[in-house]
Structure formats: C-alpha cells, structure tokens
C-alpha cells in the first residue's frame, strides 16, 4: 500500500481532533513480523518515524508479536485462515529488524487478533497509569483494529495512525479508518504527531 494514499485521504472521516499527552500514552506496534512484511515494507519509514517521535516524547513503545505454539491454541483464527498461521519459533514470526525494537522495550505475545485477550496488557497499562494508547502496525482492519476497539471499550483513549498501519488492500484500510474515526479513535499521522507533541 502506498503511504502516500494513506496520509491524504483520512481528512474527510477526521471529525475530532486532539493530540496525545506524552504523560500518560503508549506507543503500540502491532505485528510487525516477518510474515507480513510484504505489507509492513510500505510503511516502515512512517513506522520508524512514529516510534522516533514517541522516544523523542518519552511515550514508552510496546511490540505485539502474534504466534502460535500449538493446535491448543489456534481457536477460531485455524479454521478461519485454513491453518495458515504463524508458528512461533519461525523466522517468520520474529520481528522486522527494520522497525528498530529496542532491548528494554516490552514485547506483548498474543494469538489472536486483539492485543489485550489473554496478555495482561491491560494490567500492564494500568498499574503504569496509562490512559492513551497510539495504534501503529499491521493489519490495519484485523489486529490494529481489534486492538484499537477493545482498548476504547476498556476505558482507554485511542489515536489510531493513519500512515503508519497498512493491510492488504487500500479499501480495507479506508473503511477502518472510517469506523475508528466515527466510533473509536483520533485519527494521527507523523505530521499530526509531530505537531500534536512538539508544536512543529
């Protein structure tokens, strides 16, 4: 997916604005492995750019890494993808070197789409004082959707990057950034939260 489509076209869903305070949010890096990197290529640049920004604010980066170490548990997603899955230990399960992970950034493991299900990630963030997450990664319609509304209805206020999450096709793309515009979240990209932070 081209980046450049992605930065200008989410203008008209963006009816709310506001920016992320650096005190109590979280960067979330959704999946960006191995296994999807045909689709994570396109936008490492707005990745690194939006983790560089959230480092420079002193926002904390949490990775997300999906796998699956058994049939116990694969779940619906089995029947779903056709036994397509990431298997953990694979590379394809490793996280993209490019993205720039760095040794004391937390890492969540989960096996579904939402970040939250069975991780403590929520306690996590709670025991932290955390009350903003920022939703970067991939798929744009399955993980870092998921992820974005679940964490709207624990309670959490959601920015939902625009050009730095990316899915297989840009229809999908378009109609997430709609629904989290609507319902869910603030619309962000490196721009947004250059200035949102920084005042640039």
């Not at 890096?29 to 990745?47: C, E, G, L, R, T």
Request: glycine share 6%.
């Amino acid at each position: 997916m081209a980046m450049a489509s992605c930065r200008g076209s989410y203008k008209e869903y963006d009816i709310r604005k506001r920016n992320p305070n650096p005190k109590t949010s979280v960067l979330l890096v959704i999946d960006m492995q191995n296994y999807f990197s045909s689709i994570a290529k396109p936008i490492i640049p707005a990745i690194t750019t939006t983790i560089a920004l959230c480092r420079r604010a002193s926002i904390p980066v949490i990775f997300t890494r999906h796998s699956h170490k058994s049939p116990a548990d694969h779940a619906m997603l089995g029947e779903w993808w056709g036994g397509d899955l990431i298997l953990d230990g694979t590379t394809e399960a490793e996280l993209m070197s490019e993205i720039g992970r760095m040794p004391t950034d937390k890492v969540v493991e989960k096996t579904t789409y939402s970040a939250f299900r069975g991780t403590r990630l929520e306690d996590y963030l709670a025991e932290r004082g955390v009350e903003e997450v920022i939703v970067s990664g991939v798929m744009t319609n399955l993980c870092c959707e998921t992820t974005a509304r679940e964490a709207f209805v624990r309670g959490f206020r959601v920015f939902f990057s625009t050009d730095a999450t990316a899915t297989a096709t840009p229809e999908m793309h378009e109609a997430t950034l709609m629904n989290m515009a609507y319902g869910f979240a603030y619309l962000v990209d490196c721009d947004r939260l250059d200035k949102g932070l920084f005042g640039n």
